[in-house]
């Protein structure tokens, strides 16, 4: 189990070139863009919705991935919540594997909703996104910050619904959690559209199949 703290913040569609130039001049080089595909997956009840979690599996340039999340706690863009990854064989999820590494490392219980929910879980929307990729250090610590430009989809009754992703994520990956609140405030006098975003991609999906 690992605990993920990143700064979410929506982007405005007409700074998104601005914003990249900003990582870009900042980093001293140009980002490294990955394709991500996601399909996050539920009981036909939303269960794991109701216990604030999160089932995803991706598709990443290296291979799929299986990740469950926790929402954990969200305030004024930052994101904090634990979260259990592993890498699959193919686009299918292993979820005994996944429950095993969950029951090995969760102290507080929060794995139980997906326990629960093991055997009734369906697909239900898809979050696929270009992602933007620069590593900065910031008074000494490490922050991973990227630029997700990209869509929400769900099939509901036959009918494709689909909402814009756009936003920056700046994730702290080693060091002080102030980093990321120095950073944020940096670019939100660069950039002025930004806003602190509490709403992760997972619920933008929930959302967007609720209409």
């Not at 189990?1 to 569609?13: D, G």
């Not at 990443?60 to 990854?85: C, D, I, M, N």
């Not at 929307?125 to 490490?142: A, I, K, M, N, S």
């Amino acid at each position: 189990m690992a605990i993920e703290r990143e700064i979410k913040l929506a982007l405005p569609r007409d700074q998104v070139d601005a914003a990249l130039r900003l990582f870009e001049t900042r980093a001293g080089a140009p980002g490294r863009a990955v394709r991500l595909e996601n399909i996050y997956f539920d009981t036909p009840s939303l269960a794991l919705a109701r216990a604030k979690s999160a089932l995803r599996l991706r598709l990443t340039p290296e291979g799929w991935v299986q990740t469950f999340k926790t929402v954990g706690v969200a305030q004024s863009g930052l994101h904090e919540r634990h979260e259990w990854e592993m890498p699959v064989a193919g686009e299918a999820l292993e979820i005994e594997r996944l429950l095993k590494a969950c029951a090995a490392d969760d102290r507080a219980g929060e794995s139980t909703a997906l326990t629960q929910a093991a055997a009734t879980l369906i697909p239900l929307f898809r979050t696929d996104f270009t992602r933007t990729l620069w590593t900065l250090e910031v008074d000494g610590t490490q922050v991973e910050a990227a630029v997700d430009q990209g869509e929400v989809t769900a099939d509901v009754n036959g009918t494709l619904r689909r909402t814009p992703i756009c936003e920056i994520e700046l994730e702290l990956k080693d060091g002080d959690e102030a980093a990321l609140h120095t950073l944020a405030a940096e670019l939100s006098k660069a950039l002025p559209g930004l806003a602190p975003d509490d709403i992760s991609k997972a619920q933008r999906g929930y959302k967007l199949r609720e209409g």
